[in-house]
């Protein structure tokens, strides 16, 4: 059965016409029958082409943490647009919302604005690489640090089974395109795992310039940081003259106002930042530590970028912030959050499914197998077939989670307990349905509970 309506349906032609599978990121395409084209979007809802609304848990993959068209940032950025966008030279804007940044997160010492998630994790491993002087880089198993050739490899689409031993992970490289010798800078460690890691810093600790990390793992079901992991981290990569790189695309200004840092109490030399930054405008950063401001400061670690600190961007970050500092947006998403994921894991107990809902109020999976998974490889056990029938009754119900259970449900501050109501009813039937398709059902239930 088509996601699409009739009209929904002629869009995505329209689209298909003109952008390559109709979308400008892959990640967006489903199929030609499901893959949706949005209409418009507000507060915690998406409207298709033919005026279906659908409760939007996907929020633009994290972004949108106020909620779409926030009315507060739409006229922080009008005004911006009225002045002039982008210059030669730094802006009013862009000074203001450094400042804000700096403020939010407490730790840092300066900052660079650019403009995607990607962009920044690339500078900050070249940051690191050329302050260290060194080239291997640790990256840790379904972790996503963007699309740039150096992070490419074991990413949350990487088969499990083909990943090698734990003690000596293979790195998988997940895309055509990217030269054989790159392989060779990148190591991969599975997540959590403080064996593991100590093991490898004693190895090549000497010889390794970065560890970039997810303090939660935001493309692989939201997996939060067994106590100490990171603490250890951080003593490895200070013990060893290590850069420790928070990639807190998807953790900044959604898990606190300070990001995972305020969270978890453990300091990174650099993090990126972006995603939830702008409320939906493309607007990154990268955040320094004292010791690393001297990589860029001093000149020869290259970093730059047209748009970078341009003044909506700027404008929409000042704005969110200030939303964030001023209004209940985090104690909002944070009683919505709880509540949705109780109650989920409440209904998968109900109709005698093993999972559990993994993962931080703000952002958080469904997690349909045995046990609980504290890293990517145990994500294996997911009952993948039963979770993607779910969310795609959920998605014809009107609610709209992502259909990959690897990519967390996102909250924001517009989600309110009606939408948690509405959610866990439509949960419940279409996990039923699936259930039913499967000839799973409970005995004590029949399809028409």
């Known amino acids: 059965m088509s996601s699409q309506g009739p009209l929904t349906a002629e869009w995505f032609q329209r689209a298909s016409a003109n952008l390559v599978n109709g979308v400008s990121s892959g990640f967006r395409y489903l199929g030609d ?3 949706l084209v949005i209409d418009r979007g507000e507060g915690a809802y998406v409207w298709d082409m033919d005026g279906k609304r659908y ?39 862009e000074v203001e919302a450094a400042e804000a940044i700096l403020d939010a997160i407490k730790w840092a010492e300066r900052m660079r604005f650019t403009n995607t998630g990607t962009e920044a994790t690339m500078h ?33 689409s990487a088969p499990p089974a083909h990943l090698g031993s734990r003690l000596r992970p293979i790195p998988y490289q997940v ?12 190591r991969t460690l599975p997540f959590n ?30 997996i939060m940081p067994e106590p100490g992991f990171l603490e250890k981290l951080r003593e490895l990569c200070t013990s ?25 109490g453990v300091t990174p030399d650099i993090a990126t930042y972006a995603k939830a930054l702008g409320n939906g405008f493309p607007v990154a950063a990268v955040a320094l530590s004292a010791e690393m401001v001297d990589g860029w400061k001093l000149g020869g670690i290259a970093q730059a970028g047209t748009f ?3 003044g909506i961007a700027s404008a929409a970050a000042k704005a969110t912030i200030e939303q964030l500092r001023t209004t209940d947006a985090f104690a909002q998403i ?65 609610v709209m989670p992502c259909i990959d259970a690897r990519e967390p449900w996102f909250l924001s501050a517009s989600h309110t307990m009606e939408d948690v109501a509405l959610t866990l009813e439509v949960f419940s039937d279409a996990l039923v349905e699936a259930l039913a398709r499967a000839g799973s059902l409970p005995s004590h239930l029949d399809e028409g509970d």
């Not at 949108?64 to 009013?92: C, K, N, S, W």
């Not at 302050?131 to 949350?156: C, I, M, P, Q, S």
């Open 33 to 35: 029958d499901d893959t």
């Open 240 to 264: 060893n003259n290590t850069v420790l790189i928070f990639d807190e695309v998807k953790t900044g200004f959604r898990f606190a106002l300070g990001g995972a840092v305020e969270t978890f």
């Open 55 to 93: 409760i939007d848990y996907q929020c633009a993959w994290g972004p949108i943490i106020l909620g779409h068209a926030d009315p507060y940032v739409t006229d922080a950025v009008i005004a911006a647009a009225r002045e002039g966008t982008t210059f030669a030279m730094t802006q009013r804007r």
């Open 334 to 398: 944070e009683k919505v959050g709880k509540a949705l994921m109780e109650g989920l894991a409440r209904v998968l107990v109900e109709f005698g499914v093993e999972g559990d809902v993994i993962g931080h109020p703000s952002m958080f999976s469904v997690y349909m197998g045995e046990g609980r998974p504290i890293e990517f490889r145990d994500i294996a056990a997911h009952d993948a077939r039963l979770y993607t029938a779910t969310i795609e009754g959920m998605i014809r119900r009107g």
């Open 193 to 222: 795992d403080v064996d593991a890691l100590v093991d490898y810093f004693d190895d090549y600790g000497h010889q390794t310039a970065a560890v970039i990390v997810e303090p939660a793992a935001g493309n692989a079901f939201g």
């Open 124 to 156: 900050a491993l070249r940051l690191a690489r050329g302050w260290a002087n060194r080239d291997l880089v640790v990256k840790f198993e379904g972790a996503y640090h963007g699309a740039h050739d150096y992070v490419l490899f074991t990413t949350a």
């Open 175 to 186: 895309s055509s395109g990217i030269p054989d010798g790159i392989r060779s800078y990148i």
């Open 308 to 310: 970078g600190g341009n």
